[in-house]
Structure formats: C-alpha cells, structure tokens
C-alpha cells in the first residue's frame, strides 16, 4: 500500500542500504533514491526494492522521488549544498504531506559551530523544523566503518591522522540504520526528537588502533599529525570545504564533542550497539584485503553521514 512506502535517500551508502534492507525485512515497500546506477543499486532492486535515480540538488527528482511515500529518510554527505537540499526535501515533503522525516544530522551540528559542514547541518535542522513536517533528527558520533577506509596504513605499519586524545564511542552503520527503520515506521512517539547515538563504548583513535592491530595480529602504531599534513600525503582532492571541516571537527573531537555513550540504539534499535572489537572481526577481510588499493592515509570523514 502506498501509505506503507518509504523513500531511502542515499540508499546505497552506509547507513541508507542497511535501512532498505531492514525496511524490506519489515515487508514495507521501499523506493531506493540513488545517484547513479551501478553494483549497488542493482542488488537493492534485486531485494526487491523500487530503485530511481534522482539528485538532491534539483527539486523535480525529490518531488517525484517523494510522490506516494509514507515517510522518508534524509542524508547528505560532507559536501556543499546541504542547504539547498534540505530546502527541497522539505518543500516536497509538505506538497506530498508526510507523515516523517528521519533526518542524519551530525554530533557537531550546533549554531556555533566553527565547521561550514556542521553548521549548515544545524541550519538544515532548522530548515526541516521550519517545514512543519514532523521530523526527528539524529546526531552520530564518528562511524566504526571509518576503520575500514585506513587498510593501507595498517599495512604500512602506522596510522597517521589528526585526532590526538578526545575519545568517541564509533557507531556502526547497522546500528544507525535499525534506529532510523524503526522510526520511519513508528513515527509518532520520536516526532520532534534530536537523538545523539553512540557505540557502545568510548576509545581514543590510538586506542581504535590498537584494536586493529589484535584483530589483524601485526602491530600498527598511532601517530598524530596535523590536518596539513594529512591533505599533502593525499592523493586525490577532496576539497577545502572537507578540509576546513576536518580541522574544527578534530579540534571538537580533541574537546571532547563528541565523546558519550547512551541507550538510544538499545531503545529505539531494538538491540545493544555493536562493540567495536566485534565490528572490526566481523570486517576483518575488508580490513585487510583492500589493503593493496588502499590510499595510504585515507581520510576517514567522507563516510560520514552517508
């Protein structure tokens, strides 16, 4: 039925295939919004997923992405036009009258925040207040996929990034993901709701690698550098709105930002979050079979929020 159907925007990124597929596990029907066809979107189809390709950035694929839909779920990457999609999804969202929106905010999103990314994931907040349209916000702390971006420096031997003390309890995707499921298809109690979600427990980035290394038996040591000097080992360009990013969220980080634990995942997931050690055995090939294609530093924020 059509008031049973949801829109998965993202949906063959982190957090958006997981959801489809809980979804489609929940017998709901889903409309995968993807931006290209490839692998990843054929495999959502062949689940049994509605599959359409469309962009954020222009109103008439949102528009029609929304048609039908009972509810829908909103991401965007660590990229400029936050803004203007959420503007959007929101105006569609109001001509369709939704029922929900279940919206991937940040840990940093705050009106003083010194990063355009997290402020404008604030406003965007804001935005989908101002719609009218119920909505609930969520606010990860950083995702435990990012260990699965670095394969590369583990096989160098040393992990080279620009986090020093702070701690932060890594949140799986999956986790997120069965948060996000659950309250597209029971809106009611979370309408109105910022909800930060963490992992299970808080660990320092030397701390995260050494739990690499147990999991892969080699040792792999930590070494703090500055966000410079993690652009120029780079090879491909990631832009100075990531950059700009990266240096405040590393300073959030180091300021204890986004550090906490809570029972959200528990309560409204349905099961405790996955700890980190398992996370990583359970990705133990990806953390060492790609380690060969690998960038050798990879930076780890361009998964979040997707």
């Given at each position: ?229 993690l652009k120029n080992s780079q090879r491909t360009h990631l832009g100075d709105f990531f950059w700009q990013h990266l240096t405040e969220v590393a300073l959030d980080h180091q300021n204890g930002l986004f550090a906490g634990t809570n029972d959200v995942i528990q309560r409204i997931g349905g099961r405790p979050p996955l700890g980190l050690h398992d996370f990583l055995v359970a990705h ?23």
């Amino acid at each position: 039925m059509a008031d049973e159907k949801y829109l998965v925007t993202g949906a063959t990124g982190a957090t958006g295939s997981a959801v489809v597929k809980l979804l489609l596990d929940k017998k709901k029907e889903v409309r995968a919004f993807v931006h290209s066809e490839d692998e990843r979107a054929q495999e959502l189809r062949d689940l049994g997923a509605e599959v359409v390709t469309g962009d954020l950035l222009d109103f008439e694929s949102v528009r029609a992405g929304l048609e039908g839909m009972r509810a829908g779920y909103f991401v965007y990457p660590i990229a400029p036009g936050i803004l203007q999609a959420t503007a959007y999804f929101a105006q569609a969202a109001q001509e369709v009258e939704l029922a929900a929106i279940v919206n991937m905010s940040q840990i940093s999103a705050r009106r003083e925040a010194k990063s355009h990314a997290a402020q404008d994931h604030w406003l965007a907040e804001r935005v989908f207040d101002w719609s009218g349209v119920p909505v609930t916000h969520l606010r990860p702390t950083f995702f435990a996929e990012w260990s699965l971006r670095w394969a590369g420096s583990y096989k160098s031997g040393t992990l080279r990034l620009p986090f020093g003390t702070g701690r932060h309890a890594p949140v799986a995707a999956i986790d997120q993901a069965r948060v996000i499921a659950n309250i597209l298809v029971s809106p009611e109690q979370h309408k109105g709701k910022i909800y930060p979600l963490y992992g299970e427990k808080e660990f320092t980035f030397a701390e995260i690698t050494t739990e690499v290394s147990r999991v892969l038996g080699k040792k792999i040591d930590y070494e703090q550098i500055d966000v410079p000097t993690l652009k120029n080992s780079q090879r491909t360009h990631l832009g100075d709105f990531f950059w700009q990013h990266l240096t405040e969220v590393a300073l959030d980080h180091q300021n204890g930002l986004f550090a906490g634990t809570n029972d959200v995942i528990q309560r409204i997931g349905g099961r405790p979050p996955l700890g980190l050690h398992d996370f990583l055995v359970a990705h133990k090939e990806e953390l060492a079979g790609n380690a060969a294609d690998a960038e050798p530093s990879a930076s780890p924020l361009a998964l979040q929020a997707v």
